[in-house]
């Protein structure tokens, strides 16, 4: 992607790409973490403290390698935190006082692509300004040859051992403080990632019976059929064994979705409603509202609407959804996804916190999950994607605009429409939701039909 003539690295969750390919290559991973560095020591006026963690990829430890050879040169001093969770990386960023925490991880994505996401010590991911520096920074610099040595490794595993086992204890003792599951049996999908080695020790030591499945990464298996994307494997066993809930991570565990004993997905709008149910009973819930995404089902705003809580949208991406928590002071926030962030314990997604306080709210409500989720009636949804030849302003196209507003009149009160460009490919996204599946359809493709007349 191209902005002002120069390449953009950073999405909305950190740079993404093939690994070994631009920007995944040593030379230019080096330059990106060199680029860090001197910012931070511009803004700190320091050298930098830098902690480090990955997923399970193969190509990890090299990319690894080659941030850290860079952030080195650069005079950061560098620490390991070996293979542990997103959100792992942001508690130890911000509990150990780094100065930056970079993740290596492409989440739900296949082995082949992996990614780089850098938190500041409060858990926030880096910020916009910083994003366009390093671009900038990035841009002007060239390959460089002198990026030998691995002093940086010496005692990385004493630090990678600390700092998984205090990430873990935090998680029991702090965030699962008084939570008891005894009686309990528990199913993880741990995508043969970052939750692995962490997720069945936690809900062991919180006394569930626990049955794990993919948790036996090769550096190739990462999210294959498995985990959030891929939940056959998990509803399977939950129903087979007679189990109580499913829980499945993806890559980096910083989501979590839900299976209940009838095999049935529990998604992230479905643990948005249960846990505002039990935030709002423990009066917890400040302000009274829910931040949800565009994508959220209109089902769980209008269930949220009924107990007298206010739903606010953000865009996609659970950057958007931390911003308007913290403008709003709000204490639960979240994705369709599963990628639920409670600002009160922590600024990162973390799917492990996430299990802790369903299971949490499961047990306050003295109800399965099964229960607890029907209370949200999901309405039918559409989503049709346009490919096009451009992105022009879609309300400056007459026809595509007065078919929306047709639309959008015809819905009022009985539905929602979401039309969006993907960030990513040349496509036009057809979002509906109503009462009645066969008109959605219609509507959908009735709208897709102009947009693809005039742009596609």
């Known amino acids: ?80 935190a070996g293979v542990i ?5 942001a508690y130890i960023t911000r509990t150990e006082r780094f100065d930056a925490g970079v993740v290596i991880s492409a989440s739900h994505n296949p082995f082949q692509d992996n990614g780089i996401k850098v938190f500041s010590p409060t858990g926030r991911k880096l910020a916009d300004e ?43 003792d702090e965030v699962a403080a008084g939570l008891r599951l005894e009686g309990m049996g528990v199913a993880l ?39 959030s994307l891929h939940l056959e494997g998990l509803q ?10 499913g829980i499945g991570f993806d890559g980096d565990a910083d989501r979590a979705l839900f299976v209940d004993a009838e095999g049935n997905l529990v998604d992230g709008d479905a643990a948005l409603l249960i846990l505002a149910d039990d935030f709002k009973a423990r009066g917890l819930l400040s302000g009274n509202l829910v931040v949800a995404t565009v994508m959220s089902n209109i089902g769980l705003e209008l269930a949220l609407r009924d107990r ?25 926030g979240g994705e369709q996804s599963g990628h639920i962030i409670f600002p009160g314990i922590s600024l990162a997604g ?24 029907s209370r949200m009636t999901r309405y039918p949804q559409v989503l049709v994607n346009v490919r096009v030849r451009s992105k022009p302003d879609l309300a400056s196209i007459p026809e595509v605009r007065d078919e929306i507003e047709t639309l959008e009149r015809e819905l009022e009160g009985r539905g929602r429409l979401l039309v969006r460009y993907s960030g990513t490919e040349n496509l036009a996204r ?13 509507q959908a493709n009735q709208l897709a039909d102009v947009i693809r007349q005039k742009i596609g």
């Open 1 to 80: 992607m191209q902005q002002g003539g120069r390449q953009r690295l950073f999405g909305t969750d950190g740079i993404r790409g093939v690994a070994g390919q631009f920007p995944l290559d040593d030379a230019t991973v080096a330059i990106i973490s060199y680029a860090l560095v001197r910012n931070l020591t511009r803004e700190l006026g320091r050298a930098p403290r830098i902690v480090i963690g990955r997923d399970t990829r193969e190509s990890g430890p090299e990319i690894e390698r080659a941030l850290a050879r860079g952030a080195a040169r650069a005079g950061a001093s560098v620490q390991s």
């Open 85 to 89: 969770t997103t959100p792992g990386v």
């Open 130 to 172: 910083m994003e366009r520096r390093i671009e900038a920074d990035v841009a002007a610099s060239q390959p460089t040859t002198e990026l030998n040595g691995d002093d940086w490794l010496r005692d990385q595993q004493a630090h990678e051992h600390d700092y998984q086992e205090q990430y873990l204890n935090y998680l029991a």
């Open 189 to 227: 999908d741990c995508a043969n990632g970052a939750a692995s080695t962490l997720a069945p020790k936690l809900f062991a030591r919180l006394g569930a019976s626990v049955v794990t499945i993919a948790a036996e990464p090769d550096g190739r298996n990462i999210n294959e059929a498995c985990g």
């Open 236 to 245: 399977r066993i939950v129903t087979d064994q007679r189990l109580d809930i």
């Open 308 to 332: 007298g809580i206010e739903m606010v949208r953000a865009q996609v991406g659970d950057r958007y959804v931390l911003e308007e928590l913290l403008r709003r002071d709000g204490k639960l």
């Open 350 to 373: 973390d799917g492990m916190i996430t299990a802790i306080e369903l299971l949490r709210a499961i047990g306050n409500s003295g109800r399965p999950v099964a229960s607890l989720a």
């Open 430 to 442: 057809v979002m509906i939701e109503g009462r009645d599946q066969e008109k959605i359809n219609e």
